[in-house]
Each structure stands twice: as structure tokens, then as C-alpha cells.
């Protein structure tokens, strides 16, 4: 009965340790991990929802598909293919070896070789089979060949030869295996052992616990220290792209309450970190690795369009704040904060001039009559007006008369057409009865008619683009005090230099699998006097084609330089 | 019994490929030197792709590397030496004139761009990479098999990498452009150095493997004159192909260590099971499995030329697809 279980057992090893479940294993692998590249890995409940459907998503959830590398599954493969991997080390481990000592008996000739060669050897002077071989010894030798000759023949006229070269290649075998081993043990390490979470720091702030990603929330973990922002700072190219983002930061030791307040407690380290170039502490290590808007304050001024006044309001919020005004139902939120922003500043379409033009705020707003549009406003261009519907992936850019902070032309603006529609229903007008509301306008305003044509071209081009898109609102940046928060990420790690080590080991063990193992089998015959027969046979460690061509141009030089006559024998 | 005399070699393959290659070494310093004496007074920032020294010669080598590709396809055809000859003459001036402009656009980055860096850092520089990699690790095979009909399955690869970089600069991605903060580190060139000669090699593989089916295909309908005639024996090209890969795949997974220790260095966190990430792994994976399978079981043979193009096939994904279909850490090589 026990007899039977460890065969089972041991049949279970061999297969788990063979060479064909492991090639399988591989692919099955490779092919399965193609799955987590194509669904997007940890998103929300509600993305997948949107994404899938429902059916799909339960479906892609009971398999882990959202987070399919940490799936059960997936887990269990990884451990099978580190257990096929450590027990095929250790059985195939022990006939590495032992190719790879020094041999006691020359090995039988084997069934198949790369190349076979017969040597004619006639020397002038009377030497014995012993100093034939043995000079042949010496010429293996030259070649980097370790030669064993066989003396305990019982035939006198002959002897075998054994040599090889590159057996330390065999060795390979082990560093790769087992630093795959190390690799895979040291993953472990650091799943079970480390954690990776997330630190975003305002400017000035300092902060004592990190957070964690589980599932779609963050928990926060307790860090024996607090890190203080002192100061975060962006450089930016030419055009606006950041060129590079630092902190610096402050780790003090925790006050005896816990409360990271209090600045005068001893200081452990400071730096000024960045992307890469992080700040490592015993065994935590903090790197930086994003940046955002810590709801930056900002003034803007609000033109509702929907009135036909166009009353103006400003306003003062902040980044990523929404404001609600319950009269109209309108949601104003503040999207973004750009400090550099890149425009195109040509009219022709197939020209581009690119130019930072500075800061620019993007705002949403969403009105129960128009839907949701989002604007980007200029602080330095306030005439310049970008804006995108929803769904839409481009800005639309358009280039006003007149900056809609110009109270005057905005009042302006809203008399005309208050004239314009007075005369007729909506729809077109033509361009006599523009004039004519037009001039009436400036008169009841008492603006002298000089002004029209400059003024008029200034409130025509206005009034074309709102027309033309049926815009809600205008907003106009005016001022913002921009705070960020630096986004650190904080690990540890104890498996890393695990994983180091694996990694060498399998570097250094791919880099000896280049050493390739040749091994000759030469029988010599004493043919007769003065006369031997010399055959050749090699192999390489792998089908080896150009290494086989060299090793035949050696032994043909040999022969050359000696005299001998070398014959290919083709089987 | 087939008795076959030999003749004394006097140079190794070996010394004589050295040598050749050490040659091409000094004429790519010779014209990297030329073209930055010629343009180094002329550049201003901000310079248009089109005006920059580097972008005419890479037209140039890739105008060579195509008449090489079809010359390669022709001597199938004509089975003379000759022509064969000329193929690989065009596809080493195409090689030297991609390296050549590769070093100039390093050059022209210092005075076009505000910070000067290696042109590994977008999808059309490394295709330029890519094509010019591909061509040498070739050519490397070239010289030790002494065969040059192989080229014509290669070449057209390189072809096809050379209409990529033409259609990125079409689109607009071909300019000089800063890098991101991320990319940042020395690291970059090792890992991007390695995983290209990864590719690199991973694609004479393929085109090995198609060669391979092709004769098999050849034989079994018995044919002994026309194409085959010009196709190297079987156990050749399945060496060539195992070769490639056993080339390609120790930098390769090299690439991906020094990718995690990058990784590791700049964002704390070795694996993130990001697309390319795991790309990288699948195709490991699927080039440790043919090693296996080839080392170990000696399968050889139509099976392992599928592999291989199968193989080439997941690069292939992991090298661009990732960047146009997916999106991840490495979406600085991303298009649109």
C-alpha cells in the first residue's frame, strides 16, 4: 500500500519534472498572461461594469481577469512552474555533474555525431602507439582540449583517446535554473514581507502613513517617521513640458504622541529627490514619482450667455472644486491649473506656431440646458478661447473681437443683438439690418459713430463664434495661487536583493550557456609498422554547426603541419 | 562512404568576420566625423526634421537597405554570386548609413534641443534602431554562414521597419523631441540597447523559420531546380534560426533585468505587470520554451520554424503593438 502511494508520488515528480510539461508550462504561461494585457488590470467596479456589461464582467470577475496576476490561478501556475523548476534542478542536477567531473572510464562512442574524420598518420622514425597518442594529446591540448587516453586495452595495437573542451558550459544548467529559482522565491519575499504604497505631501505638509492600494480603496499603514515637503518644484521645457520634478523632503522621527506636527523632533534625513533619484532610508525607501494640484485657489470671471443680459460674476474657487448654483442648476468645476500651455498661434490651417502662451485653467461646467462643455481659458490671452463637448477628444479654438473681461464691449455686445432680435424672429439677418442695429445700439449708448467700423468688426467676430457655437458661458482667467502636492511612492522591499541575486545568477548562468562542450572519441590502430590509423570522432553539446566547421579546420591544420594525410568519412 | 579531401583554411571565419566588422567600426567614426565637421556650425533650435543632416542620411541608408532587399529577392532568382554580392554590399552601406545617422542625431539633439540625449526615445527612433540592428545581426550571419540567400527573408523585414519609420515621420512623430523626466538615466541606453538587439536577433529567427518552411515545402514536392537551388540545406537555416535565438535571448532577458532594475531605481517597484512588462515576459517565455524544446528534446525541424515565426510574431507585438493597441508605463514610445 505504501509502496504504491510512492509511486504515484514519484510517478507525480516525474512528470511535473519533465522536459515537456515544463515547455508546456512556459506556453500556457506566456499565452494566459496575454489575457491581463488586453483587460485593463485594477480598475473600478464601475469601468469594468461600463466596459463588459454585466454578464462579462461577473464572467471576468470570478476568473480574477481584473487583477489576473495576483489571481489564485495565476499564483498557483507561477508555483508550479518554481516547483517543476527546483525538482528538474535537482534530478537532472546530479548527471550535470557528473558529465562534468573528470572521467574515470572514456565514455562509449556515441550513436550520433557532428563530424567523422580519419587521419592517416606515417612517421619516418619507429615510434610507439603510446607516443603517437600522446603527441596527438599535446596537439588537443593546443586546440584547448583535456584529453584522457585509455591504456587498458587488451589490444596492444590499439588506443582510445577521449577529449573534450567547454564542459564548464554544462554548469550553466545551475546558475540559470536556480536564479530563476532566487527570482521567483524573492518576489515572494517581497510580496509577503514589503509594501508599496502611495504618499502625496502638500507643500509645507508632513505626513506619517502611506497608503496602500487594496482592491479600489487605499489603506493607510502607520510609518515610524513623517516626511515633510519643504519645497516642490517643476522645471519646464521651452514648450511647456515639465523637464524635471523634485522635492525636498524632511524625515523626522515621530513625536512621542504620533502626531507629525511638531517640527523641533530630530531630523533623520533630508534630500531632494526625484524621478531618478530617490531618497533611501533603512529599509524604506521614498521615490518620487508624480506630482498634482493640491486645489490651487483661483479667481475667474463667469459670463453667463443663457441671459440676455450677460450678466458677469467672478468667482473664486479652487482646483478641483465644484461650485453648484441651485437657481439655474449650473455646475462649474474646476478641471485644471496649467502653468505652461502650448497653442497654436497661426490662422493658416496648414501652418502650425507653436508658443507657450502661460497659464490656463481648464473649467467644466455642465448646464441642464446645454450639457457639459469644457473650457480652457488664457490668462495672458483672454481672447483666445478653447472649449470642448462632451465626448469630443480636440480643442476647438476660436480667436474673439474682444476679451470677454471688457465689461464695456460685453454690455455692448448684449444691446446689439437685444436690437437685432427686437426687429425680426431668430434666424438670419441680413447685413443692412445688422448696420442699422448696430447704429442704433452706439447711439443709445452714446458712442460717437466713428468707432463703428473698429468696434463693429470687434463685436461682429464675437458674436459669429458664439453663434456659430452656441456657447453657454465665457470664463476668463484672472488670478491663482498655484499649490501642488508632491506624489511620492513608498516602499519596502526585503526581497529585492534577493531578485538581484537571482538576476546575476541567471545572467552569469545565460552568459555560460555560450560556452558550447565539444568532445572527441580518437581511436588510434597501428596499421602497421610506422603506419597508424587515426579516426575521429566529435560532437558538440548542441547542433552547432559553424563551431563543427572550425573544429574540422583545426584538426585539418593539424595534419597540414604534420604531414598527415585527413580524410572526411561521411556517414 | 563519401570521401572528401580538405583544404587548409588559413584565416578563421571568425578572425575574417572581426576584421570586416572592425572596418565598419572606423567608416561609421569616419562619417559620423564627416557629417558633424559639415553641419555643426548650421544647426539652430528648434530645427525642422527635414533640414536636419541625420534625417537626409537615414532617406538615404534606407533608400540602399529597399534596393538591397529586392537585390536579395533577385538573387534567389539569378543564383549568381554576383548579383548575391551586391545585395550584401547595398545592405552594408544601408547598415553603416543607418549607425552614421543614428550618431549625427545624437550630435544634432545637443543644438536642435534644449537637453541633448541619445535618439532612443521615441517609437521612430528606435525603429531607425530596430532597422539598422536587424541589418547588422544579419549580416553577422551572414559572414559566419557564408550563405547570403538567408537575406532574402530578412530583408524584406527590414523593409517593412523602414516603410514604419517613413509612415511615423508622415505623421509626425519623426522630429527630435525631450525627453520626459522618466527617461531621464543611464539606464535607459543599456536596457533600450539590449532589448533592441534582442529584437533584432528574435527577427533573423523569424525570417529563418519562413526559409525554412519554404524548402521543406520545396522538397517534399521534389523539386531540385529553381529557388531551391539557391536556399542553404535545412540543418543550416535551423541553425541560423537557433543561433539567432540563442543570441537574442540572454540580451533579451538581460534587457528586461535591467528594465526592473530601472524600474526598481526610479519608481521603487521592480515588476508592475505593466503591458510591455508582461509582453516582454510572454515572449521569454515563449523563447525559453523553445530552447527547451531545443536543447534538451532536439526537436528540430517545420515545428520549431512555427516557433520561431510565432516567436517573432509575439516580439513583434511587444515591440509595437503594445505601444499603438496598449497603454502603460512605456506610453513615451506611443503613438497618437
Redesign the interface.
Known sequence: MKKESQGKINKVIGIVSSMPFAIGLLCVLALLSVIGTLIAQNRSVDTYRATYGDFWYSMFDTFGFFDMYHSWWYLSLLSLLLLSLVIATVRHGYYIVAGVKPIKVVPALPRKHALKVEIQIDEQSNKSIEQVGNELSDEMANLGFKSWINNSQTDQNQRQLFSRKGTIGKLSFFPVHIGLAIVLIGGLVSTQFGFRGVMNIIQGDSVSEVFIKEGDDYAPIPLPFSVKNDQFSIDFYEMGKPSSFQSTLSVYELSEDNSPADSNRPLIATKTISVNDPLRLDDITLYQANFGDAGSPVDFQFTDLSKSDFPQHDISSAVHKILEDPGTGNRISILDLNEHTVLNLSNDPMESRMKDVGPSIDIKIQTPEDGTITYRSYQHYPHILSFKRMGEKKWTTEELGFPPSDKNMIDLLASYLEQLYSKGSSGSFTDQQRKEAFAITLKSKNISIDNAPELGAAIGQTQQILEKHRLPALFTLKAFDRIFYTGLQVTKDPGAWIIWLGSIMLMVGLLLIYIIEYRMWISIKQAGPRHFLCEIVATSSRTNIVGIQQLRANLNNIANNKGFLLKEVQS | ?????????QT???TITFQKWATYCLLIIGFVGLSIFAEHDTLTPGQALDTLLSYKLTGYANILLAASALVYIASLKFQGELVAKWASGLAVAGMIGLFVAIFVRWFETYQVL??GHVPISNLYEVTIFFTALTVAIYLIMES??QNRSIGAFIMPMVLASVWLQEWLVLEGYGSPS?????L??Y?MHTHVLANFIGYGAFAVAGGSGVMYLIRARLEKKGKTEGIIRSLPEL??I??VM??AI?IG??VF??AV?LG??WA????????S?D?KE??S??VM??Y??FL??????NW?GARMAWWAILGFG?TLFCFLG?NLF?SGLHSYGAVG
Open positions: 562512404m563519401n570521401e572528401l579531401a580538405l583544404q587548409p583554411e578563421s571565419r571568425a534644449e537637453e559566419l554562414y525631450e525627453l520626459v523626466p522618466a531621464k538615466s539606464w540543418k543550416i535551423d541553425d537557433y543561433r540563442a535571448f540572454p532577458t538581460l533585468i526592473a532594475g526598481y531605481y526610479a519608481w521603487g517597484s521592480y515588476w505587470w503591458p508582461t509582453w515576459l510572454i517565455l515563449i525559453a520554451g527547451h524544446a531545443r536543447l534538451l528534446k528540430s509575439f503594445v496598449l
